[in-house]
């Protein structure tokens, strides 16, 4: 297991990534990508068993991990780029003309890290059990992840393959949902009420789980420790991770204002003086 302080402070400068990739082309999803920051880290840092440095599409004998909300790239990107898929200085480019990094993942400019194009909402979770599946008939003994908005769940397809993986036991599975309960048009309760994402998982039939501090590294760690210790007993795992929008950034926290706007060059410089540089800036 990897240090806690040193994770933290990983996250710190992908969260210093992450206001710098937004505000140098005045655009992308800042709220979501902070939020989500201690998972991506822990996920790549210390769960995931994969290699950075041989990566191909297949993933024989490696864990893999689908983003399904495509939107917050940056804070995949920045992962990605700091644990080694690519050259960090690449973050330059993000959202520009001819750039590998556009502003939801995709394949065709062959990104190392990225296995498919996501930013259709919805589409993540089906992928994942296509590749699950895969990797069981192989006789692999490796996990899928995946990563979820919230208000992502308001797509049917989420359901079908809710439904699905559990009716095919594909218990090599670990989906989280990140719960902050916002979306770019206001809270989650105000645009269409989820109800218990918990107990609606739970009636589908799978294992599901809550990580109630979501913006705390040890809690993240601990978490998905669990979760994986919780598969191959025939059930999906479904993680519920609760989560705060923007969090690092004291005015972005806790709203949906952030989820899709790019801070001033005054706003950029309250967030950085927030957040330690800790790996050197790209």
């Not at 898929?85 to 520009?96: A, I, Q, S």
């Not at 699905?164 to 809270?187: E, F």
Request: net charge negative; with cysteine.
């Amino acid at each position: 297991m990897a240090d806690i302080q040193e994770l933290e402070k990983i996250a710190s400068q992908v969260r210093r990534d992450i206001v710098r990739m937004v505000h140098a082309v005045q655009s992308g999803h800042p709220g979501g990508s902070l939020g989500c920051t201690e998972f991506l880290t822990a996920l790549y840092f210390d769960i995931l068993k994969h290699n950075a440095k041989s990566f191909d599409m297949d993933a024989k004998g490696e864990d893999v991990f689908f983003l399904s909300n495509g939107h917050i790239s940056p804070v995949f990107y920045s992962v990605l780029s700091r644990s080694g898929y690519f050259d960090v200085d690449e973050l330059n480019t993000f959202r520009k003309i001819n750039s590998r990094l556009q502003g939801h993942p995709t394949t065709h400019e062959g990104l190392e890290g990225v296995r498919i194009a996501s930013g259709s909402l919805g589409q993540g979770m089906s992928v994942a059990i296509g590749a699950a599946l895969t990797k069981k008939m192989n006789g692999e003994d490796t996990t899928v992840y995946t990563l979820h908005g919230d208000g992502e769940l308001q797509e049917g397809q989420i359901w079908e393959a809710a439904l699905y993986a559990p009716a095919n036991k594909v218990d090599n599975l670990i989906c989280t949902i990140d719960a902050n309960g916002q979306q770019i048009d206001g809270s989650t309760d105000d645009v269409l009420s989820m109800g218990s994402i918990a107990d609606k998982f739970k009636a589908f039939g799978w294992e599901v789980m809550t990580i109630e501090k979501g913006n705390d590294m040890k809690s993240v760690v601990d978490g998905l420790t669990h979760a994986k210790s919780l598969t191959g007993k025939g059930k999906p795992v479904c993680v519920v991770m609760h989560t705060e929008m923007g969090y690092g950034v004291d005015f972005m926290q806790g709203t949906h204002e952030w989820h899709g706007i790019a801070p001033s060059d005054d706003q950029l410089a309250s967030a950085l003086g927030q957040l330690e540089e800790t790996l050197g800036d790209y």
